[in-house]
């Protein structure tokens, strides 16, 4: 069973670029989590999905910043026009169906390494 | 909100001596999860350890052991006969149980961990 997915690993965009990172969960996990690491901090929860709905998007800056995850395909996380605080790592994790285990234990991806020139 | 501190930025420990790491959090719930995870060089997040706050026993698995005083809201990390592999940044986590525990994750800083041979 291969892990959280992410691509790209790194990806570099300059001021006003839009950046796309995707995430493709667990085989038979159908919620997924963003987390946004910047330098020298603990990963900070950003927004959490289930198939076709966002349920807590508490975590997302209001502005520039939206998620997806369709029916099929990745989840996607947008970035809008991006400035140089937007540099930080971009974590994905997913989880099984809630009820499914005590734990619904989150299962990180490897993280996309967002740089800003 | 939950909030969880890590005070302790840096700890250094020699190869086979034993290591604790600290984390205290502050929350209003009675039921809820909590984690360590480790975070080495390659940046993917690993589960090291999980403890159900309504459990009085401390989980262990393995080298690593946690004290949990609900009471204090503490919960420390311990890592015995260290081994140059456990060099890393260590976060604490917190997790609310409602809502079925499929909440995002609170992270502390983190601590990052110096093996010495």
């Known amino acids: 069973n291969a892990g959280v997915m992410q691509n790209p690993r790194h990806l570099v965009r300059r001021r006003g670029q839009e950046a796309r990172l995707r995430c493709s969960p667990m085989?038979?996990?159908?919620?997924v989590y963003w987390y946004r690491q910047l330098p020298e901090e603990g990963l900070k929860f950003m927004v959490y999905?289930?198939?076709?709905?966002?349920?807590?998007e508490s975590g997302m800056p209001k502005e520039r910043f939206s998620a997806e995850f369709p029916k099929e395909g990745p989840s996607i996380l947008r970035i809008q026009q991006v400035v140089r605080g937007d540099s930080a790592a971009y974590f994905c994790?997913?989880?099984?169906?809630?009820?499914?285990?005590?734990?619904?234990?989150?299962?990180f991806g490897p993280g996309t390494r967002l740089t800003v020139l | 909100a939950q909030t969880v501190t890590q005070s302790q930025p840096e700890m250094s420990v020699q190869e086979a001596e034993t290591v604790t790491l600290s984390c205290t959090y502050d929350?209003?719930?009675?039921?809820?999860?909590l984690f360590w995870y480790k975070q080495p060089p390659s940046r993917q997040m690993i589960l090291v350890i999980r403890?159900?706050?309504?459990?009085?026993q401390n989980a262990t698995e393995n080298r690593f052991s946690v004290n949990f005083q609900k009471a204090a809201k503490s919960f420390s990390l311990k890592i015995s006969d260290s081994q140059l592999g456990d060099a890393a940044m260590y976060f604490c986590?917190?997790?609310?149980?409602?809502?079925?525990?499929?909440?995002?994750?609170?992270f502390g800083k983190g601590t990052h961990l110096i093996i010495q041979p």
């Open positions: 994790a997913s989880s099984p169906i809630v009820g499914v285990g005590p734990y619904n234990e989150q299962f």
């Open positions: 085989k038979g996990h159908s919620h």
């Open positions: 999905l289930q198939k076709e709905n966002i349920i807590d």
């Open positions: 929350t209003s719930e009675s039921d809820y999860y």
């Open positions: 403890q159900e706050a309504y459990k009085q």
């Open positions: 986590a917190y997790r609310s149980r409602t809502g079925g525990g499929a909440d995002g994750l609170t």
